[in-house]
């Protein structure tokens, strides 16, 4: 998707850029979305939802003409676990390479000022869950200007 300041686009231009930056690494599928309920039966990267902040009454915004759009999103890593032996550490490079991911491109192609994973935990899903998975629970934190009208 081409860059865009059109707010009613913005968010969902900035979802596709997350997917976009994750789905350069080897071996991992990722989506804008969370497709929630469905089997995943391959390692996949899933963009859910967001938090928005803005800039407070009589705060500063970071550029002049601009205000601050922090904004705070859910992205989770799921692997299917069948041998632990295998599984765990390749989770644990999928969880690596995600950070590294965000290094290579901080501004997600242009979308936004800056971003970076600023939460990262690992776990196995619980055992009484459908599908055995280990899942990583991220928050990509994200600072995006909106020119003032």
């Keep these: 998707m081409p860059f865009t ?4 686009e913005k968010y969902q231009a900035i979802a596709t850029a997350i997917a976009t930056a ?4 080897d071996g991992l599928t990722a989506l804008s ?8 039966t391959a390692p996949t990267i899933c963009v859910g939802g967001y938090e928005i902040g803005s800039t407070r009454p009589m705060e500063r915004d ?3 003409g ?3 759009w922090p904004q705070r999103w859910s992205v989770t890593l799921y692997v299917p676990y069948q041998d632990p032996a295998v599984n765990w550490p390749q989770a644990r490079g999928f969880m690596g390479a995600l950070v590294a991911a965000m290094d290579i ?7 936004v000022r800056e971003a970076s994973i600023t939460r990262a935990v690992l776990d196995l899903s619980p055992p009484d869950a459908p599908t055995r998975q ?3 629970d991220l928050v990509v934190s994200v600072i995006h200007f909106q020119a003032n009208e």
């Design 5 to 8: 300041t059109d707010p009613a």
């Design 105 to 111: 491109d901080p501004r997600l192609g242009g979308e």
């Design 134 to 136: 280990l899942i990583g």
């Design 33 to 40: 979305y969370d497709p929630t309920g469905a089997a995943i």
């Design 62 to 64: 970071h550029e002049l």
């Design 66 to 68: 601009f205000r601050d």
């Design 22 to 25: 994750f789905g350069a690494i």
